[in-house]
């Protein structure tokens, strides 16, 4: 074999290896967000509908639906994480660029990635999450054997009917738009331009719902750290007020137990427990506080606090820096390449800091666009209960973080929050060349986040000033007694002690014996 040969056959023995081990890669990647969104959706699903106990047929429907959405899910997760892992990528071959054992590590890897997250998102979008929901409505055509496959062929054709339905309103809308006169009387280029052109209506669907979401996102992330987080509170004793929640909650027991009204509490059975499970709860998280550190209970909430306003306020400073470079310079203007060239440049003026304050602050734009996804009226709907998540609930769930998802590395592009290009198919969408659209994009969403953010700043600190300077009143629990005054609560307890003759007390000092 002469040495052309030998160099050509051992070219292609690399590159067979190549691909060989990106799949691999890939497909040990997958399964690990497959295995994870399965623990996800498992903690969730409704245990009542895929049992055997009423109908094998559906919970065997059921079973296939899940492992759909799972998929959805995985995918979903998928696009999440591309942005970060092409970033980290990039910054770790800067740092090891002769490293044998990152060598896996290098643009086709990441290119491949790019381009599976899209293939998957489309084909979840447009088949597979279609095809879960009318697959767990069907039953059969009439007159057919009842079974899974005339089920199966029942959705085929429900779903063969709407893409043709989609895709006939794709064209038109394509044909109004566009003034190619080919593009109104051909549909031949059905994968080179139709497809693409209904994921980019999808993709800015998502990109503007991220818009609405995220700053609202923003401001919600204050109060749901709160929860989490035990709040310090000035001039307050924990002790005082957990022994008088213990006090009343077991007053209410004591009523609840007994059965028997009294002349000052005269309420009926269901109030009572209502009441009773509200002063739990109460004192639940009173023995929380209680049980915290100082540090934890002074520091923690207000490093935390502080925390999310720095990293808020940097994606607003970010985002009207990259306002200033759409005016100046066109190559701030979105982009998608083809060639990934990874381990050349830093994608940040700061290095390997910058790289990672980008990964950081995508993870919380996107956490926080999800928050304030659930926290918006017209989805407070979709959000899933534990153990009690009906399987349409969780196919609008999966769709929804999908579209959030895969919306995620072009509306981070979008704004500035990261200098990497948009690889494969992710830059060819239509509006991504409209400089006002992305222009009026950046201003909308630097004034709704300072707009929400300092509303919600300004109204905390308020109602947090006032809590601690005691001039809001108590609002007291609806039995008749206040917190301050046990004394009826211990007559509750001790039927006797109401024969016993009680201190009376001054009109003009309220709480002196005269």
Same mark, same amino acid.
């Given at each position: 074999?002469?040495?052309?040969? $030998? ?16 799949? +691999? !890669? ?8 497959? /295995?994870?969104?399965?623990? +996800? /959706? ?29 998929? #959805? &899910? ?10 970060? @892992? ?11 660029? $002769?490293?044998?054992? +990152? ?15 899209f293939l998957f998102s489309n084909l979840s979008l447009v088949f597979l999450m279609p095809f879960a929901y009318f697959f767990t409505e069907s039953e059969g055509f009439a007159g057919s054997r009842k079974g ?28 109004? !738009? ?26 800015? @669907? ?49 009523? !609840? ?28 998280? &009173?023995?929380?506080?209680? $049980? ?44 998608? /390449?083809?060639?990934?060239?990874? *381990? ?17 602050? +995508? ?17 407070? $709907? ?18 929804? &973080? ?11 592009? #979008? ?21 006002? !659209?992305? @222009? ?8 709704? #986040? ?19 300077? *005691? ?8 039995? *008749? ?9 211990? &007559? ?23």
């Amino acid at each position: 074999m002469a040495p052309a040969e $030998q160099d050509a056959l051992a070219v292609r023995e690399q590159l067979f290896h190549d691909r060989v081990r990106e799949c +691999i !890669i890939c497909t040990l990647l997958f399964a690990c967000l497959y /295995i994870l969104c399965h623990f +996800i /959706i498992t903690h969730f699903k409704k245990h009542t509908d895929f049992t055997a106990a009423h109908d094998d047929e559906d919970a065997a429907v059921n079973r296939i639906a899940l492992g759909l959405c799972t998929f #959805t &899910l995985a995918v979903a997760l998928g696009a999440v994480l591309l942005l970060p @892992f092409s970033i980290i990528s990039n910054e770790v071959l800067l740092s090891f660029p $002769q490293n044998y054992y +990152i060598q896996w590590l290098n643009g086709s890897l990441v290119h491949g990635l790019w381009n599976l997250v899209f293939l998957f998102s489309n084909l979840s979008l447009v088949f597979l999450m279609p095809f879960a929901y009318f697959f767990t409505e069907s039953e059969g055509f009439a007159g057919s054997r009842k079974g899974i496959m005339a089920r199966v062929y029942e959705t085929s054709v429900v779903l063969l009917l709407l893409t043709l339905l989609v895709l006939g309103m794709v064209w038109v809308a394509s044909a109004i !738009i566009s003034n190619d006169v080919a593009s109104r009387q051909s549909l031949h280029d059905l994968w080179e331009y139709y497809l693409p052109y209904l994921y980019s209506c999808i993709s800015l @669907f998502g990109v503007l719902l991220l818009l609405l979401c995220t700053p609202f996102g923003l401001s919600t992330m204050f109060t749901v750290t709160g929860k989490l987080l035990v709040k310090p509170r000035l001039l307050e004793d924990l002790d005082e007020q957990l022994s008088c929640t213990r006090f009343e909650e077991a007053a209410v027991s004591h009523r !609840i137990s007994s059965g028997k009204a009294s002349c000052w509490l005269n309420w009926n059975v269901e109030l009572l427990q209502e009441q009773f499970f509200t002063l739990q709860s109460k004192r639940q998280k &009173l023995e929380l506080r209680h $049980q915290t550190s100082p540090w934890q209970r002074n520091l923690g909430y207000p490093l935390a606090m502080l925390g999310l306003l720095a990293l808020t306020g940097i994606s607003v400073l970010i985002v009207c820096f990259h306002v200033l470079e759409l005016l100046l310079d066109d190559a701030a203007m979105p982009r998608g /390449i083809q060639d990934a060239s990874l *381990g050349q440049v830093s994608f940040s003026i700061f290095g390997s800091f910058g790289a990672a304050l980008q990964v950081i602050l +995508i993870f919380y734009l996107m956490v926080s666009s999800v928050v304030g996804f659930y926290s918006s009226p017209l989805f407070t $709907q979709l959000l899933p209960e534990r153990q009690d998540t009906p399987l349409t609930k969780i196919i609008g769930n999966c769709v929804s &973080l999908l579209v959030l998802s895969s919306a995620l590395p072009v509306f981070s592009r #979008t704004l500035g929050i990261t200098r990497f290009d948009l690889l494969g198919d992710f830059g060819r969408f239509n509006w991504l060349g409209n400089f006002y !659209i992305v @222009f009026f994009y950046n201003m909308g969403f630097a004034g709704l #986040t300072t707009l929400c953010l300092v509303k919600k700043v300004s109204w905390t600190v308020r109602a947090e000033l006032l809590r601690a300077l *005691g001039e809001e009143g108590d609002m007291g629990m609806g039995i *008749g007694v206040s917190m301050s005054c046990p004394t009826a609560l211990t &007559l509750s307890l001790c039927p006797g002690l109401h024969k016993l003759p009680l201190p009376r007390t001054c009109s003009q000092h309220p709480r002196k014996p005269c």
